[in-house]
């Protein structure tokens, strides 16, 4: 490595190793599904050890959903801020969840992508970030629905919700708490729906023990 002249990322495969193994423990014990997030980690040289212990990626735009498809192969949720009509067009050939932002883009597009599993973020109101541009919970916010009787509304609509509340969150008592905010305000809602995303930033550490407190708030959350 000494030979080369330029600035380069070096990526150590046996500790990223290690962090997959982590997140393969995760999954077993929980039956959750683990998709990557490709607006934090898109390297696609390494896709190939990556994808053998992850269910698919995430994207935040309509590129990243298509790097996801054809450098990852797996499952494809193609979320974004706002799709205009050309993303929609190109997302709904090779997505397998669209996730919108808004009620808004929910019911206008609706239609173009009838037949693939249709999600809305959620915004409930909980944020650890420390950065004013990248919360979700601050005031005047935009990312997610807040509320809920529209959200009732249009639940027919839908397969799923995304809550990504999450980042820069290092305790896991938080987490346990958030997911009992979510539990209490969405349960009925969740009743309704196949699946729920718990977004991005998920920090996975004393796996053996997290691990388990998540399935039983993952079950509380089903019933």
């Not at 000494?2 to 077993?28: A, C, F, G, W």
């Not at 995430?58 to 706002?82: C, I, N, Q, W």
């Not at 987490?175 to 196949?194: N, V």
């Amino acid at each position: 490595m000494k030979s080369l002249t330029t600035p380069y990322y070096l990526i150590d495969e046996s500790r990223l190793l290690k962090n997959l193994q982590i997140i393969q423990h995760v999954r077993e014990s929980s039956g959750a599904r683990s998709v990557l997030a490709l607006k934090c980690f898109s390297t696609w040289c390494v896709f190939g050890l990556m994808r053998e212990f992850l269910d698919g990626t995430t994207s935040s735009s309509l590129f990243e959903a298509r790097l996801g498809r054809e450098e990852f192969g797996k499952e494809v949720h193609a979320y974004s801020v706002g799709f205009s009509a050309s993303d929609i067009e190109s997302v709904k050939e090779f997505a397998d969840k669209v996730i919108f932002n808004s009620i808004s883009q929910l019911t206008r597009y609706q239609n173009e992508v009838r037949g693939l599993k249709l999600g809305l973020r959620v915004n409930p109101g909980i944020s650890y970030s420390h950065f004013d541009l990248a919360d979700p919970a601050r005031r005047y916010s935009r990312l997610g629905v807040t509320d809920r009787r529209e959200l009732v509304q249009v639940a027919p609509l839908l397969s799923g919700l995304m809550f990504h509340f999450n980042c820069e969150n290092d305790d896991f008592e938080n987490l346990s708490t958030a997911i009992d905010h979510i539990g209490h305000h969405y349960g009925p809602l969740l009743e309704k729906m196949e699946w729920v995303s718990l977004g991005g930033g998920l920090f996975f550490y004393q796996a053996k023990v997290s691990s388990r407190s998540i399935l039983r708030k993952t079950e509380t959350i089903q019933r």
